[in-house]
């Protein structure tokens, strides 16, 4: 439902520009944001043949496919087509050379879908799979059958309580764990130690099959469909070697004021725990305790860095910027980020896994979306300052209303509310990420990941929705 919005951005083609986004806007429809018509046509082609095209419009910058029913708000057999759709979409755009980067939340409303970022780089010929997590304890499996005993062993090696059911549903093989992985993570119980080490696991197993880690995406409206974790096969970035050495651990964020690492190894325990570059050194409050829950080395951080205001809610990304920068100079390549319930207070859990040591001086900083109308560059110079600003000026059409220092960080204040919008905004909050990005490539950065990495949410009688969005990490 709703209507396509009348939108003037920029030509796509006359600015060479690196990425594109996707929009899952309303109940019906999908958007391109500054794509080529090379994506225009692929993406036209496989809607054609997998979802029926009830409308089209074409804009400058913009186009928009009105699609047979709601599909955000589908359940069941019908939800798993839509992520049947986005598979095949995602391996042909990689096919013309336009890898999936980014699966981001660009807006308050705690149901609305990720966008989506697309790089160009080179094209690859691969498939992609797809590990949708339902409900309160389900896992659904859409790939090929040799996978389905794969994923059923990473689930018992890694989550005690067992599985209740097997059966195909739908177009998937769908696993019934016993308990309710999806819920006690959201409630931090005894149980939730075993979850980030269950993905964990799958995507260790996934790893030594073939198929890398390529994006976790919500792309339904409803509560009982969470994140799905979507995976490419590439056999040959993958060696024997990798297959044998590669070392996995999750972070997690728990909590307002701890930090967990799960299956971390004695050398990267010391790593994190050394008192002069490690977190004691990078969290300016201080450490209040250091223990063992679990099998988890959790750090009891003094304030409340999930749920932080002011100064602290700068130093609680700045420190996940250095923790990414400490394991990186280290070995230690951030491989994944997803978020495992659609609880207002759930924050992004963080996969790493083992990389050769590149001998350069990594450079990292984070871009902070916050409250309806602000960006914040945390750790960042002169030159991005004007990159980012530069890009909020030709994407966002209400322009900006005041620049300020916050706590040693770089903040806009935007005219109007571009991350709580609807109709045509939406459009241009979008285009002004895709810029942002765009013009951040260009100086040599790339996107670690977008993460949500705060608690805080408003509730009053008749709202409640996040205060923040999802914050962007980047390194040279």
């Known amino acids: ?64 496919f009105k699609l047979k029913g709601s599909p955000w708000y589908k359940y ?17 755009y990689y096919q013309i050379g336009w890898h999936l980067k980014a699966s981001t939340d660009l807006e308050r409303s705690g149901s609305d879908t990720d966008t989506l970022f697309f790089q160009k780089l080179e094209p690859v010929d691969t498939s992609v799979i797809c590990l949708s997590l339902n409900s309160s304890d389900k896992i659904r499996i859409l790939g090929p059958d040799n996978l389905y005993e794969v994923i059923k062993n990473s689930v018992l090696n890694a989550w005690p309580k067992g599985i209740q059911r097997e059966r195909m549903f739908g177009l998937s093989y769908e696993i019934k764990l016993n308990g309710n992985p999806w819920t ?29 880690f390529v994006a976790a995406i919500d792309s339904g409206k ?19 070697m990798d297959m044998e050495n590669t070392r996995f651990f999750a972070l997690t964020l728990n909590k307002s004021d701890r930090i967990r690492l799960h299956q971390s190894d004695q050398d990267l325990n010391a790593l994190i725990s050394n008192q002069s570059y490690g977190i004691h050194s990078l969290w300016p409050r201080g450490i209040q305790k250091e223990s063992m829950i679990g099998n988890a080395l959790e750090f009891k951080l003094s304030g409340n860095p999930w749920d932080s205001h002011a100064s602290e809610a700068v130093e609680s990304r700045l420190l996940l910027n250095n923790l990414f920068n400490l394991f990186a100079r280290y070995g230690w390549n951030l491989y994944a980020t997803c978020d495992l319930t659609k609880d207002l207070s759930n924050k992004s859990t963080f996969f790493f896994r083992t990389k050769p040591i590149e ?14 109308d602000k960006i914040r560059l945390i750790n960042g110079d002169s030159g991005l300052t004007s990159d980012v600003k530069e890009a909020v000026l030709n994407g966002w059409h209400k322009g900006i209303r005041k620049e300020s220092d916050y706590f040693g960080s ?17 459009v241009y909050t979008c285009a002004m990420m895709t810029l942002i990005l765009s013009n951040l490539e260009r100086r040599g950065f790339k996107l670690l990941c977008s993460a949500d990495v705060s608690q805080k949410y408003y509730c009053d009688k008749h709202n409640y929705f996040p205060v923040d969005l999802h914050s962007w990490f980047f390194e040279n």
């Open 359 to 372: 001998p350069k001086n990594l450079v990292n900083f984070c871009l902070s979306l916050n409250e309806s």
């Open 76 to 92: 069941g057999e019908e939800d798993l087509e839509v992520k049947y759709f986005l598979s095949s979409l995602i391996k042909s």
């Open 184 to 212: 006690d993570w959201s409630r931090d119980s005894s149980d939730a130690f075993n979850i980030p080490i269950l993905v964990l696991e799958i995507m260790r197993s996934l790893f030594n099959k073939g198929w890398l």
């Open 1 to 64: 439902m709703g209507n396509t919005p009348t939108v003037n951005l920029l030509n796509q083609d006359q600015l060479k520009l690196s990425y594109f986004s996707v929009q899952m806007s309303g109940s019906d429809r999908f958007r391109l944001i500054l794509a080529p018509d090379e994506v225009k046509q692929v993406t036209k082609n496989v809607l054609n043949s997998t979802w029926q095209i009830q409308d089209e419009n074409y804009q400058v910058g913009f186009a928009e």
């Open 410 to 426: 770089f903040q806009i204040k935007l005219n109007g509310y571009p991350f709580s919008t609807f109709g045509s905004d939406k």
């Open 222 to 240: 409803s509560q009982s469909s969470l994140n799905a974790l979507y995976f490419r096969y590439a056999p040959d970035q993958i060696t024997k």
